[in-house]
T-cell receptor, first 111, second 118 residues
Framework: DAGITQSPRHKVTETGTPVTLRCHQT?????MYWYRQDPGHGLRLIHY???????DKGEVSDGYSVSRSKTEDFLLTLESATSSQTSVYFC??????????FGPGTRLTVL | AQSVTQLGSHVSVSEGALVLLRCNYS??????LFWYVQYPNQGLQLLLK??????LVKGINGFEAEFKKSETSFHLTKPSAHMSDAAEYFC????????????????FGQGTILTVHP
């Protein structure tokens, strides 16, 4: 299995609080991605990174920001969490071949 | 822009029966195509992928898929279902990452939940 970890694995928070999710890889892959998974929507891309400090928006980026200061870490921040951001969040990594490897996911509940 | 449509959000088969999960895509250029499987409370695992070359692609756990350009389809099949195949399956498409221009971004279908009855 690709070396990807996500932390925390579960989090419950209140509306309006900031939340940061961490993705860590040990594969030295260039590309990293954050997705959210919601029933009936499959996975939707939030943000992605194509190198250290190189990031861009995905399909559903409103309300989210990201940072990548090291190759191995990709952080997803919800500046002010809302109930609509209750979801399961997946990090993925990829080398040059388009194939993505997924982390175990973080289940976030915003009350 | 690419898009993926998976026909049928739920598919139910008997153990030993043929599994057929349908996927149609839309892409402005020849795409790369993927099938992923997700077991409960787990991440996604790659079943198989098509990039170039042979249009019939074999994957893990006895699954295979055929890229049909004329039908813009990439249906997933398995001759004989097993109870352990019960999971959610996702079809995904990306543009070839030639020169790093597409960044390997995936667009997913909505998913198909496969139930296998004894």
């Amino acid at each position: 299995d690709a070396g990807i970890t996500q932390s925390p694995r579960h989090k419950v928070t209140e509306t309006g609080t900031p939340v940061t999710l961490r993705c860590h890889q040990t594969e030295n892959h260039r590309y990293m991605y954050w997705y959210r998974q919601d029933p009936g929507h499959g996975l939707r891309l939030i943000h992605y990174s194509y190198g250290v400090k190189d990031t861009d928006k995905g399909e559903v980026s409103d309300g989210y920001s990201v940072s990548r200061s090291k190759t191995e870490d990709f952080l997803l921040t919800l500046e002010s969490a809302t109930s609509s951001q209750t979801s399961v969040y997946f990090c993925a990594i990829s080398g040059e071949g388009n194939e993505q490897f997924f982390g175990p996911g973080t289940r976030l509940t915003v009350l | 822009a690419q898009s993926v449509t998976q026909l049928g959000s739920h598919v139910s088969v008997s153990e030993g029966a043929l599994v057929l999960l349908r996927c149609n895509y839309s892409s402005s250029v020849p795409p790369y195509l993927f099938w992923y499987v997700q077991y409960p409370n787990q991440g996604l695992q790659l079943l198989l992928k098509y990039t170039t070359g042979a249009t019939l692609v074999k994957g893990i756990n006895g699954f295979e898929a055929e890229f049909k350009k004329s039908e813009t389809s990439f249906h997933l099949t398995k001759p004989s279902a097993h109870m352990s195949d019960a999971a959610e399956y996702f079809c995904a498409v990306s543009l070839p990452n030639a020169g790093g221009t597409s960044y390997g971004k995936l667009t997913f279908g909505q998913g198909t939940i496969l139930t296998v009855h004894p």
